[in-house]
């Protein structure tokens, strides 16, 4: 069994708030749980009433124009139903739910009643049956983790956790082939799989309490898809519920099997939508036997460019993360976490990881690379690190970032994928376009992947500058033939910006999927497809 962890993240990293962060701050040695510390609710819109607490999270029907669909309210004998499939695992405790009811970022927030914790898929069968006869709305929800609001309710739909589906049922360490169940905690998996010689093909800063099938239902990217790739290629089989809670089972572990459609490619990054994957099948490649990091400084992006595309051609099968992040997130990283750059200040850094099989090659490899990168004026300075300590320090100045950003002030998040050369043009544009409007404006991410993470900070939330923000920053994208979700998915926040990314065709058969699949519309309502569909 993998048991559930606390998240890497605690709570007092993300109040919009910077008051309230840095207050927060000297609470943190007694946080137990994951638990928000909650909000005062109030009693509106059927909501539950709490007393006062630190500024609580607008409801998200109140913050967006959101109508509720006709689905009915939970019901007493629906309780009781719920009660006798799952004995003791029905909460309608408000203090319990409240976590549950707002994102991470505590940027969206909705007013269930009801959280369920099935163990099995019969469980989650059994619950789904009922919730489509009665016409219950359903939010699946697994880490809770997600950057869009995907994974909270949006109004009183009952949340369907995965938080108890935590067992691990093979391992295959000839083929590196990992069976769980969708509960399990990708840190807890990549432990395992690492004490037999293997690594799981994603790496997430929120690796320590997302859960596997959240990052397959996401189709979730990370630190690795450079050097594995997606979700898509890893995933060989899942155990999905359907709607009505029929139970789908595609578990199989073969690397090849070309008989007819692949039905899991359509549950990988559905976002609970077209189904509730209780269960995966994903290959995890071998462990490397030599890691070595190299940390750089560059003068300007045009330099990142160069640099990317050198490392390539010298690195070539050995290269497996090429991160960047411009000055300002250095400058936050040290500022609120105080953490030191081992650089000297540059307008831009590079984060290079090489894995491969023999350390005097890689070794060899690395420093050719690094001497002509030096020589010929790519970088002007940098630092190598080979033992896992330092090299645990060097990740840290890339992963934080989004710790530091939440310590900034209210974040404004967009996740793009654009034409590499073309990465960065937007970071500066808007830096113009916003002026004093915005506290940071700041570029960092995946270059390899040609993801870029563009975070606005300011004191608080604004409408004012949300709408300096939108669509302008999907027009721009869309301008460039980019996607307006490289790796978080869709959710609430971005379902009515898939036309920046999707022909018209496309957006018809996807709801024409959503309706052959989830004909009431209960899975996962208000999230990933266009709100006119």
Known sequence: MV???VPRWPWWLFWASPGWAQTACALRAGVQQRRWPGSSWGARRGCPSMSSRPPEV????ERYPVQRLPFSTVSEQDLATFEHIMPGRVSTDPAELEAHNVDWLRTVRGCSKVLLRPRTSEEVSHVLRHCHERNLAVNPQGGNTGMVGGSVPVFDEIVLSTALMN???????VSGTLVCQAGCVLEELSRLVEERDFIMPLDLGAKGSCHIGGNVATNAGGLRFLRYGSLHGNVLGLEVVLADGTVLNCLTSLRKDNTGYDLKQLFIGSEGTLGVITAVSILCPPKPKAVSM????????AEVLRTFRTCKGSLGEI??????MDATCMQLVGRHLHLACPVQESPFYVLIETSGSHAGHDAEKLGSFLEHALASGLVTDGTLATDQRRIK???ALRERITEALGLDGYVYKYDLS???ERLYDLVTALRARLGARAKHVVGYGHLGDGNLHLNVTAEAFSPSLLAALEPHVYEWTAGQRGSVSAEHGVGFKKRDMLGYSKPPAALQLMGQLKALLDPKGILNPYKTLPSRA
Not at 167 to 173: E, H, I, L
Not at 294 to 301: E, M
Not at 319 to 324: D, K, P, T, Y
């Open 167 to 173: 067992q691990v049922v093979s391992f295959d360490d």
């Open 418 to 420: 654009l034409p590499v």
């Open 58 to 61: 607008m409801l998200t029907q």
């Open 319 to 324: 290269l497996s993360a090429f991160e960047f």
């Open 294 to 301: 190299a940390f750089l400084g560059c003068p300007s992006f």
């Open 393 to 395: 320090m060097l990740w």
């Open 3 to 5: 048991p559930h962890r």
